[in-house]
């Protein structure tokens, strides 16, 4: 029981760093150009996809650095040369534009590298086993991605709080108008936060690709989740998608091992279940069977407590 | 200001209205009955079993975006899980349909679409009691989340959902009325054509009543349509149960077309589809939907028989759209209205000999395009079946390099020629409204 819990939680703190990684992004883009970019999962896949393909040429290590440099351009470019243009249409033609660039890169990714799953291994210099916790052998690769996503998380907390770059972007997400006046040029600075949004979700793409299945519906799995993320935590609240995030990692972590359903608890009180109609498998399906559902559970159950999220303040 | 000016010039017209002389109902019910007439002949037209299958996918398509259009063009709401109505209507259509086919309840098939907008409309309040209590972005966010949450659950729920293989049915063996078994596929045209019209009637009548307004005001501005006495809430809520209903009556009327409803009916990838048909034609007007509901579906059948990647092309017409016609087709040729009005015959036939000029360029860039994703395609994927390949009934081979530089060629050449062309349709634009604009200060 222990070991399961410990595994579990550092399971599901893992996976709830990397949605953060990507959380994180969507938050700051979001909370500065009141857009939700619908193609936000699209670029952690392209990270993957990146990631796979550079470390084919050149080695695990190089793509991890070049991967997110070369999705966050894209990215950048996006902004740039796509999202600016649409502005003028409005909030909704923003989010469609975003929506289409999902569907497109999804295309685009089978086009290339077929609907199936690539070959993205974890590199041999990390495929060691880190230390064993009550019989199970936990992976050096996971503490890596562990590492990673902490260390990106400092780092990110320090750029926005301690440096002048990460004040005036802070002032550009309340008074954009006051920054432009004080001489900054704002559209520059959604440009570098778009690009460094994508940038990080590519991060995440690239050291969760080896780890998970790196195939062309990677974005439409995880996707909807991370948006149940910012929106569970509070849109535009960048601590609340913290706790979004460890809360859905966690949740979700823990779900997988638990094998009980209804009838095993009615069972346990006495009572037997009503058999057959077509309603049957309520009853027995298992916890571990519907955590795919338990973050869109949750999302309906904050919306009807918490209408704003954990953390969220204001009415979008 | 001058909106406000035409409306009074109106007002007379409308007080017309209120006492029906025999134009004005003309007026009302003419393009009603010409509809009416249109799909009662297009079979008649349209004669292979292919295009009749494709009308009924089409008067499906038809009801299913208008119902999407209350959301998003009425009301405001951006919705990427309104297949979950869609689907849920079909399943319980197919399953009242087994139902009574097991019990032997006398109901006939027409009726069926009833139990689908039934649902809908159930599920509409239950999801919408949630969901409308947010608008705008966190709005969009919810109804994908239920959207998923409604998928994932399919595949949870066998014994409702059928599992992967779906529910089936059979409907020749609900009760027959005036001889009619509904076999052969022109009998269920007629059902579809008949539902869908009727769903059309319905949904433009709503649009024109004062809740329809109400609709419109929280859509423009919800806090003045507070002001105004109206709970902004209560009527999203309430577009957003009747516009489950309609997408029910669609889902029943499509589980009576293909005797099928399966787990991908209430998934993203149908959500997507509604949203992509509706906002192709156009969510400002209540033509828009239908004709990107007619154009989607063709597009849909057509280019997936011609090509493997349909769906990329697909993305890339509906990012050009929202890039660039962000009020869709029929935005497109509502702009065009005032100079059909002025009757300047003549600056609109340069327009349209501006058009074709612009058109030569998007046409050559349009080609390199199709080419570059084309050998992409193939050389990436189908690389085992060769590398030549048939475009526009070309043969090219695509290992070399001489169809690259092709392809490179058309797409920047027709883009630079494109740049070139399109200043002298911004011209004749400009013309073409000076000339009307002067003609009406003429009158």
Not at chain 1, 38 to 49: D, E
Not at chain 2, 6 to 20: C, E, F
Request: net charge neutral.
């Amino acid at each position: 029981m222990l070991e399961l819990v410990t595994i579990s939680t550092l399971n599901g703190v893992l996976y709830g760093m990397l949605l953060f990684l990507m959380a994180s992004g969507l938050t700051l883009i979001f909370s500065m150009m009141g857009v939700l970019n619908f193609a936000h999962a699209s670029f952690y896949m392209l990270g993957a996809f990146f990631g796979f393909q550079i470390s084919q040429i050149v080695g695990f290590w190089p793509a991890f650095i070049v991967a997110p440099v070369l999705v966050g351009g894209i990215g950048a470019l996006v902004e740039r040369y796509g999202l600016r243009n649409v502005h003028q249409h409005g909030p909704v033609a923003e989010l469609l534009f975003t929506f289409g660039l999902y569907f497109v890169i999804e295309e685009v990714v089978q086009m290339i590298w077929g609907k199936g799953p690539v070959d993205y291994r974890v590199p041999a210099s990390l495929d060691f086993s880190a230390f064993t916790a009550f019989s199970t052998n936990y992976p050096a690769y996971k503490m890596f991605e562990l590492l990673t996503a902490i260390a990106i998380f400092a780092v990110l907390l320090a750029v926005l709080t301690r440096t002048r770059v990460g004040l005036i972007i802070q002032a550009s997400l309340t008074h954009p108008h006051m920054v432009a006046m004080l001489g900054h040029n704002v559209p520059r600075v959604f440009m570098l936060v778009f690009g460094v949004g994508t940038g990080l979700a590519a991060v995440a793409g690239v050291i969760a690709g080896p780890a998970l299945v790196t195939q062309s519906n990677m974005a439409g799995l995880l996707g909807p989740i991370l948006f149940v993320v910012v929106v569970v935590g509070g849109l535009g609240s960048l601590s609340g998608a913290f706790l979004a995030s460890l809360l859905i990692g966690l949740v979700q972590t823990f779900a997988v091992s638990v094998n009980l359903s209804v009838a095993d608890v009615l069972g346990g009180i006495g009572v037997a279940p009503p058999a057959g109609g077509p309603l049957s498998d309520l009853w027995n399906v298992t916890v571990a069977q519907i955590a795919p559902i338990i973050p869109y559970l949750l999302l309906v159950l904050i919306l009807i407590f918490r209408p704003t999220g954990l953390m969220g303040t204001r009415e979008h | 200001m001058s909106d406000v000016v035409s409306g009074v010039a109106k007002l007379p017209a409308r007080g017309a209205l209120s006492q029906p002389g025999a134009a004005a109902v003309a007026r009302l019910i003419g393009p009603w009955l010409a509809l009416a007439v249109a799909f009662a002949v297009l079979p008649a037209i349209v004669t292979s079993g292919s295009a009749l299958t494709m009308l009924s996918l089409m008067g499906i398509m038809i009801v299913f975006a208008l119902s999407y259009n209350m959301l998003l063009g009425e009301t405001g709401l951006l919705s990427f899980g309104h297949a979950v109505y869609y689907g849920l209507g079909g399943f319980l259509a197919v399953h009242a349909m087994n139902t009574i086919i097991h019990d032997a309840l006398p109901v006939p098939l027409p009726m069926i679409p009833l139990v689908g907008g039934f649902s809908g409309l159930l599920f509409g309040i239950i999801f919408g009691s949630v969901s409308t209590r947010r608008a705008g972005t966190a709005f969009a966010m919810i109804s994908l989340g239920l959207g998923e949450l409604v998928a994932s659950s399919s595949l949870i729920l066998r014994g409702f959902f059928g599992g992967e293989e779906g529910v089936s049915t059979n409907r020749t063996k609900l009760l027959h009325v005036f001889g009619l078994n509904f076999g052969p596929q022109i009998q269920v045209y007629y059902l579809i054509a008949g539902w869908c019209l009727l769903s059309m009637i319905a949904m433009y009548a709503l649009r024109r009543t004062p809740f329809g307004r109400m609709c419109n005001a929280v859509r423009e501005n919800a806090e003045r349509a507070q002001f105004v006495g109206y709970n902004p809430r209560t009527l999203r809520f309430i577009a957003f149960s009747i516009a489950g209903l309609f997408a029910g009556i669609a889902g029943g009327l499509a589980a009576i077309n293909f005797e099928l409803v399966n787990a991908s009916e209430v998934g993203a990838g149908q959500s997507g589809l509604v949203l992509f048909a509706a906002y192709i034609g156009g969510i400002g007007s209540f033509i828009g939907p239908v004709i990107g509901a007619v154009l989607v579906t063709w597009l849909e059948v057509m280019l997936s028989d011609v090509t493997d990647v349909w769906q990329l092309y697909f993305g890339l017409l509906f990012i050009g759209i929202v890039m660039f016609a962000p009020n869709g087709i029929a935005g497109l040729l509502i702009m065009h209205a005032p100079l059909w009005q002025a009757r300047a015959y003549g600056s609109m036939l340069r327009l349209a000999l501006a058009y074709l000029v612009a058109l030569g360029p998007a046409l050559v860039l349009l080609a390199g395009l199709i080419l570059l994703i084309e050998m992409t395609y193939h050389l990436s994927v189908k690389a085992t079946e060769g590398t030549t390949i048939s475009v526009f009934h070309v043969t090219v081979e695509a290992a070399s390099a001489i169809p690259w530089v092709v392809a490179a060629i058309l797409i920047a050449g027709g883009f630079w020629l494109f740049r070139m062309t399109w200043p002298v349709v911004g011209a004749a634009w400009h013309d073409a409204f000076a000339q009307a604009r002067g003609a009406g200060r003429a009158k």
